[in-house]
């Protein structure tokens, strides 16, 4: 069975200040056009996704919203996961294999270098570091999300020109 996995890193986020909690940063101006950008490019290339993951962190859930808003997903049902804050790439893939089998396309959005990492050993190919609010999209042949450690998959595209 055809499956999609589309992995986006989180948009421009501002620099910390002195004290402030990683956690806690907010996107740019920028990074905010530019998750409006990728959301659309979404739309336009995948029009829905059956799940949305992403890490609790602000630059990462106001990017998930921002994209759920586009793709008229509800906020409601994104999956906040504190497991996906900076996850290492074995840490993506097990909340990957816990998806119901019932979904087909899932939009992935989370931190480098992770997310990377990850698109790395789904294809088993070189992949330059996802930039801020950049999707790769990766078509997997799985029976059931729990074998997602078990293929590899093939690249079916990656938004570029959508970031300013």
């Not at 799940?51 to 609790?56: E, R």
């Not at 997903?73 to 900076?86: C, G, M, R």
């Not at 816990?98 to 992935?108: E, G, P, Q």
């Not at 930039?131 to 078509?139: C, G, K, T």
């Amino acid at each position: 069975m055809q499956r999609l996995i589309l992995i986006c890193r989180h948009a421009d986020a501002i620099e910390p200040f002195p004290l402030q909690p990683d956690f806690e940063r907010e996107l740019t101006k920028e990074g905010i056009q530019n998750a409006r950008n990728t959301a659309q490019w979404l739309r336009d290339h995948f029009h829905k996704v059956d799940a949305l993951i992403a890490s609790p962190a602000r630059r990462t859930s106001t990017t998930a919203t921002i994209m759920a808003n586009k793709l008229y997903f509800s906020e409601d049902e994104i999956a906040f996961e504190p497991e996906l804050y900076n996850a290492r790439e074995t840490q993506l893939v097990q909340q990957l294999s816990k998806l119901a089998d019932n979904i087909k396309t899932v939009l992935l959005v989370g931190h480098n270098p992770g997310v990377t990492q990850l698109a790395r050993s789904l294809t088993a190919k070189h992949i330059a570091y996802l930039e801020p609010a950049q999707v790769l999209a990766i078509e997997l042949d799985l029976e059931k999300w729990e074998e997602i450690n078990y293929t590899t998959g093939i690249i079916h595209s990656l938004n570029t020109k959508q970031i300013h």
